[in-house]
Structure formats: C-alpha cells, structure tokens
C-alpha cells in the first residue's frame, strides 16, 4: 500500500465574492487527495485554537487523514483571499497564523519513519528542518511554487528527492532548461507544472512530457496539489515517468470539476467578512 506523510502549511482560502471559505494549503492538500486516491496518509502542521482550525482538523479526520502529531496553538490559523477572474484565481492577500510555527521533536521525527515519503512546501516554514525530515523518512518531495526566487531556495533544493516548479508563463524549451538547471542542484526528479500546458519532468533517463487533460471546468484550486499527489503515489508504486505523469495532469483535471481545493465549503458571516477586508487594506 503506497503511503504518505505531509508536513507544513495549511490555510483556509476564502472567496470574498462568494462569501464561503474552504479548506486548503499545499501539504494539507497533498495529504487531503492521496488518502482520496487510496493511500495511507498523515498530516503533521499547526493550526490555530480557533473555529477554523477545528473545521480544519475535522474535516482531515472526515477525509481518513491521521492528524495525530498535529499541533494545535494558541492563535488564530492561516488564510488566503482569493478572487476568480477570467477562470484564473488570484490571492489577494493572506496570513499564515500559527502555520509556520511547526517544530518537530523526537516523537514527531519517530512518527515520520513511518513513513516512505514525506511531502512539504515552500509556505511551510520549515527551511532549517528539511534536513530532519529528509532523514526521517527518507525520501522528500517539496512544492517549490511559482515564486521560489522570492526565497532561499538554494539552500532548500539540495535537500529535495523530487522537486516541482509551476511555471505556466514558461515556453518548452525555457521550462525544460529550468528542470535540467534545477535536477543538477540534487534532485533525482524534477517535475514542472505548466497549467493549462500540462507539465514535463526531468529524471536520470531524460525528459518526458504530458499534455493537460479535458476537463469540466468550475475552479483551478488545488489542481496542482492533485497533481503532486497522484504523481507521488505513481512513482511510489514503481509506474515510469511518463504514467507518473499522466496520473498527474488526469487528477489534476478532476480536481478542477470542484469548487475550492477539496470541498467541505463554509459560509463565510459577516463578521468573519469584515475583519478580512480590513486586514487586507492593512495589508495593502
């Protein structure tokens, strides 16, 4: 049975126009659309003592994710406005809460030999601990996003076994560079996400690359979670690079015939409106 832990970042993506809110962050996620593809799977983060960090722990519980070494925090948890514009979802401004205060400790590292594959993200906060949970379970995967210049990336990567990048604005030929670039760093497989492009990716035998899938199309959200997903459970089930990758993009499609990442939608009150909608102007 193919199994997998993911360490870091969740969130709560609210959708201002629509008042309603979903579950969401890339390593929730991940964890989130591998138990829906049938494998064991855990996640290890931190979220807020508030009611949207209970929704969150419930609704992990209700999806047959282990959410025994997460931490609850004194504070509120993370979260991310977004808006959809021309079928494009763009964030508006966000707060990680208590997401990045994840600090693992010798029953949490214990935790994660159990596990053949761990996964976590370039929004978890988790840069000096990479080296703890690569050696713990022996294996790491890491979203890298689109904006991994913005940090240290560097300095990540060389503890990474299977990198992705999303980089939907990059030709080919400019994407495959960057994958060759990026394998040559430490990574035995680096996969680029290329939205509606599909994506390629790079190992020891060379390049292979995946159109997109058709889909019924109703929200981008976590495509690309579903993606990394199905690609990692295909790899740890010993498929080629190519059926790695076509798992990808064939759930990734699925996932954009749903509203929000994975579902469990909560009406967004008035309250809860309003203090987002202040906090982003104190952002802005």
């Not at 015939?257 to 104190?282: C, I, M, P, V, Y």
Request: aromatic share 8%.
């Amino acid at each position: 049975m193919t199994s997998l832990i993911a360490v870091g970042d969740n969130t709560v993506d609210v959708y201002l126009d629509r008042n309603i809110e979903y579950p969401g962050g890339n390593a929730l996620n991940v964890a989130v659309f591998a138990s829906r593809l049938g494998a064991r799977s855990a996640y290890l983060g931190c979220v807020g003592d508030d009611r949207h960090g209970r929704h969150l722990l419930d609704c992990l519980k209700k999806e047959g994710v282990d959410t025994s070494r997460c931490q609850t925090l004194p504070g509120t948890n993370g979260w991310a406005c977004v808006d959809s514009r021309e079928g494009e979802r763009v964030f508006l401004g966000s707060d990680p809460g208590v997401c990045r205060q994840l600090r693992l400790n010798a029953e949490d590292l214990a935790y994660l030999r159990q596990f053949p594959l761990a996964h976590s993200s370039l929004y978890s906060g988790l840069e000096d601990q990479l080296a703890q949970i690569r050696h713990a379970s022996g294996c790491l995967s890491f979203d890298f996003s689109d904006n991994w210049v913005e940090f240290d990336w560097p300095a990540l990567i060389k503890h990474v076994d299977i990198a992705f990048f999303s980089a939907a604005d990059l030709p080919a030929q400019k994407a495959y560079e960057l994958a060759l670039s990026m394998r040559a760093l430490g990574p035995a497989i680096v996969v680029i996400t290329r939205g509606a492009l599909g994506a390629l990716a790079v190992d020891a035998q060379g390049l292979q690359e995946q159109p997109s899938r058709p889909c019924v199309f109703v929200d981008s959200m976590g495509a690309g979670d579903g993606f990394i997903a199905a690609f990692l459970l295909a790899w740890q089930a010993r498929h080629s690079l190519a059926e790695c990758l076509l798992q990808g993009v064939d759930y990734a499609a699925r996932v954009c015939g749903w509203s929000g990442g994975f579902g469990h939608a909560q009406a967004l009150d008035a309250e809860r409106s309003e203090q987002l909608k202040q906090a982003l102007n104190t952002q802005g």
